[in-house]
């Protein structure tokens, strides 16, 4: 059934994905990961707000730990609440950073998100000022002055921020690098999550 679910995704066979496994969903005799890829089949054919429905009744009851976290990320992709970059990260085969992430600053290199030889998956947490209602957030991995240099990574920008009538605004971020070199940002202000989105380097200025 989870093999036959992927299939008609790919075919775009939506009739048969709803009389099919949908009834095998709903009856709750399947594990989680037949869900998982009728959620993901819908999204793919274009039924987002049905697949994200599928997702938070799967993580309802005693649902694995992993699974529940893996489909809340898939629902934050699905609606603007994470982004993921178009830049692959420098990694070592054995899963490693090779250079440092850090914040890319107007005038040089920022704090350290994520150290060198650090093992994936891996994240941070940090505070970001914004002016006005968006917030532009730029990475670089490497350091100026430590061997090659830096590379941009693009920007991150954080949208629908409420501005401080008295000054910038603290919005809380976190960056996550993912095991495949990629990384991913979350946001939120005064705990409502904020949508986001990726601009590649050559558009980010």
Same mark, same amino acid.
């Given at each position: 059934m989870l093999?036959y679910?992927?299939?008609?995704?790919d075919?775009?066979d939506l009739a048969?994905?709803?009389?099919v496994?949908q009834?095998?969903?709903?009856?709750? *005799?399947f594990?989680?990961r037949?869900d998982?890829?009728?959620?993901?089949s819908l /999204?793919?054919?274009? @039924?987002?707000?049905?697949?994200?429905?599928? +997702?938070r009744?799967a993580?309802?009851g005693?649902?694995?730990?992993d699974f @529940?976290?893996?489909?809340?990320?898939?629902?934050?992709?699905?609606t603007?609440? *994470?982004?993921q970059s178009?830049? /692959?990260?420098?990694v070592h085969?054995?899963g490693?950073? +090779?250079r440092s992430?850090l914040?890319k600053?107007?005038?040089?290199?920022?704090?350290?998100?994520?150290?060198?030889?650090q093992?994936l998956? =891996?994240q941070h947490r940090?505070?970001w000022?914004?002016?006005?209602?968006? =917030?532009?957030?730029r990475?670089?991995?490497?350091?100026?002055g430590?061997?090659?240099?830096?590379r941009d990574?693009?920007?991150?920008v954080? @949208?629908?921020?409420?501005?401080? =009538?008295?000054g910038?605004t603290?919005?809380e971020?976190?960056v996550e690098a993912?095991p495949?070199? *990629?990384?991913?940002?979350? #946001?939120?202000q005064?705990? *409502?999550k904020?949508?986001?989105?990726w601009? #590649?380097p050559s558009? #980010?200025?």
């Open positions: 093999q679910s992927a299939m008609l995704g075919a775009g048969r994905l709803e009389t496994v009834p095998a969903v709903s009856g709750g *005799r594990s989680k037949l998982w890829n009728f959620a993901q /999204h793919q054919l274009g @039924k987002t707000p049905q697949a994200i429905e599928i +997702l009744r993580q309802m005693d649902a694995p730990a @529940k976290a893996a489909a809340e990320s898939a629902i934050e992709y699905w603007g609440l *994470r982004a178009g830049e /692959h990260l420098e085969q054995s490693q950073l +090779l992430v914040l600053l107007e005038d040089g290199d920022g704090g350290i998100l994520l150290n060198a030889r093992g998956p =891996a940090f505070p000022r914004a002016q006005g209602n968006e =917030a532009r957030v990475l670089q991995q490497g350091q100026t430590f061997g090659d240099a830096p990574l693009g920007t991150f954080v @949208k629908n921020v409420t501005p401080n =009538a008295d910038p603290t919005v971020c976190r993912t495949d070199g *990629r990384l991913t940002l979350t #946001a939120g005064n705990s *409502r904020l949508p986001v989105e601009v #590649a558009s #980010a200025a």
